[in-house]
Protein backbone atom coordinates (compact mmCIF):
# COMPACT_ATOMS: atom_id res chain seq x y z
CA UNK A 1 0.00 0.00 0.00
CA UNK A 2 1.57 3.36 -1.07
CA UNK A 3 1.01 6.36 1.35
CA UNK A 4 2.52 9.39 2.34
CA UNK A 5 3.18 10.49 5.83
CA UNK A 6 3.69 14.27 6.99
CA UNK A 7 4.86 15.24 9.81
CA UNK A 8 6.12 19.26 11.76
CA UNK A 9 2.96 20.96 11.54
CA UNK A 10 2.54 23.13 14.87
CA UNK A 11 1.82 26.52 16.26
CA UNK A 12 4.15 28.96 15.95
CA UNK A 13 4.67 32.78 16.53
CA UNK A 14 4.66 35.13 13.75
CA UNK A 15 8.13 35.77 12.54
CA UNK A 16 8.69 31.88 13.28
CA UNK A 17 10.12 28.80 10.79
CA UNK A 18 8.75 25.30 10.81
CA UNK A 19 10.15 22.30 8.47
CA UNK A 20 7.66 20.20 7.21
CA UNK A 21 8.53 16.72 6.47
CA UNK A 22 6.57 14.13 4.03
CA UNK A 23 7.76 10.56 3.57
CA UNK A 24 7.03 8.33 0.71
CA UNK A 25 6.37 4.57 1.68
CA UNK A 26 4.88 0.88 0.11
CA UNK A 27 5.59 -0.17 -3.49
CA UNK A 28 6.54 1.82 -6.48
CA UNK A 29 8.65 2.31 -9.10
CA UNK A 30 9.86 5.86 -9.09
CA UNK A 31 9.12 9.21 -7.81
CA UNK A 32 8.34 12.36 -10.31
CA UNK A 33 7.24 15.57 -8.79
CA UNK A 34 6.42 15.97 -5.32
CA UNK A 35 5.22 19.29 -3.54
CA UNK A 36 3.07 21.15 -1.09
CA UNK A 37 -0.11 22.45 -0.85
CA UNK A 38 -2.58 24.31 1.78
CA UNK A 39 -6.01 24.40 2.32
CA UNK A 40 -7.49 27.34 5.01
CA UNK A 41 -10.85 26.81 6.72
CA UNK A 42 -13.49 27.87 3.80
CA UNK A 43 -10.96 28.18 1.16
CA UNK A 44 -9.63 26.19 -1.86
CA UNK A 45 -6.32 23.95 -1.59
CA UNK A 46 -3.80 25.81 -3.37
CA UNK A 47 -0.21 25.25 -4.17
CA UNK A 48 2.43 26.34 -2.03
CA UNK A 49 5.78 24.86 -3.51
CA UNK A 50 6.87 22.20 -6.15
CA UNK A 51 9.91 20.16 -6.87
CA UNK A 52 10.75 17.99 -9.96
CA UNK A 53 12.49 14.70 -9.84
CA UNK A 54 15.35 17.07 -11.35
CA UNK A 55 15.42 19.70 -8.77
CA UNK A 56 13.64 22.17 -10.81
CA UNK A 57 10.93 24.39 -7.99
CA UNK A 58 8.54 26.49 -8.37
CA UNK A 59 6.29 28.37 -5.63
CA UNK A 60 3.15 30.47 -4.91
CA UNK A 61 3.53 34.08 -4.93
CA UNK A 62 2.83 34.38 -1.42
CA UNK A 63 5.46 32.27 0.18
CA UNK A 64 8.62 33.62 -2.61
CA UNK A 65 11.43 34.51 -0.25
CA UNK A 66 10.52 32.47 2.35
CA UNK A 67 9.79 28.84 1.93
CA UNK A 68 11.98 26.44 0.81
CA UNK A 69 11.22 23.13 -0.91
CA UNK A 70 13.65 20.12 -0.95
CA UNK A 71 13.93 16.41 -1.38
CA UNK A 72 15.64 13.44 -0.90
CA UNK A 73 15.71 10.83 -3.71
CA UNK A 74 17.28 8.53 -1.74
CA UNK A 75 14.57 8.56 0.86
CA UNK A 76 11.56 9.72 -0.83
CA UNK A 77 10.95 12.48 0.88
CA UNK A 78 10.16 16.21 0.21
CA UNK A 79 10.74 18.85 3.19
CA UNK A 80 9.31 22.42 3.42
CA UNK A 81 11.42 24.78 5.19
CA UNK A 82 8.99 28.05 6.22
CA UNK A 83 10.39 30.95 7.49
CA UNK A 84 9.07 34.44 8.44
CA UNK A 85 5.93 32.58 8.85
CA UNK A 86 2.96 34.99 9.05
CA UNK A 87 -1.31 34.56 10.30
CA UNK A 88 -2.38 34.38 7.04
CA UNK A 89 0.15 30.99 6.14
CA UNK A 90 -2.21 28.96 8.73
CA UNK A 91 -3.81 26.19 7.14
CA UNK A 92 -3.96 22.58 6.55
CA UNK A 93 -0.62 21.52 4.63
CA UNK A 94 -0.69 18.97 2.17
CA UNK A 95 2.21 16.89 1.02
CA UNK A 96 1.67 15.85 -2.64
CA UNK A 97 3.30 13.37 -4.83
CA UNK A 98 3.42 11.65 -8.25
CA UNK A 99 4.15 8.01 -7.95
CA UNK A 100 4.93 5.30 -10.35
CA UNK A 101 3.42 2.15 -9.92
CA UNK A 102 1.27 0.20 -12.33
CA UNK A 103 0.53 3.52 -14.10
CA UNK A 104 1.53 7.07 -12.50
CA UNK A 105 -1.12 9.11 -10.21
CA UNK A 106 -1.18 11.47 -7.44
CA UNK A 107 -0.88 10.53 -4.15
CA UNK A 108 -1.97 12.79 -0.60
CA UNK A 109 -0.96 13.20 2.69
CA UNK A 110 -3.19 13.34 5.35
CA UNK A 111 -2.41 17.02 6.16
CA UNK A 112 -0.47 18.63 9.28
CA UNK A 113 -1.90 21.51 10.73
CA UNK A 114 0.60 24.66 10.92
CA UNK A 115 -0.79 27.71 12.97
CA UNK A 116 0.77 30.98 13.04
CA UNK A 117 -0.32 33.36 15.75
CA UNK A 118 -0.35 37.54 15.72
Known amino acids: QVQLVESGGGLVQAGGSLRLSCAASGRFFGVKDMGWYRQAPGKQRDLVAQ???????NYADSVIGRFIVSRDNAKNTVYLQMNSLKPEDTAVYYCNARLVTVVSRDYWGQGTQVTVSS
Open 51 to 57: ITAGGST
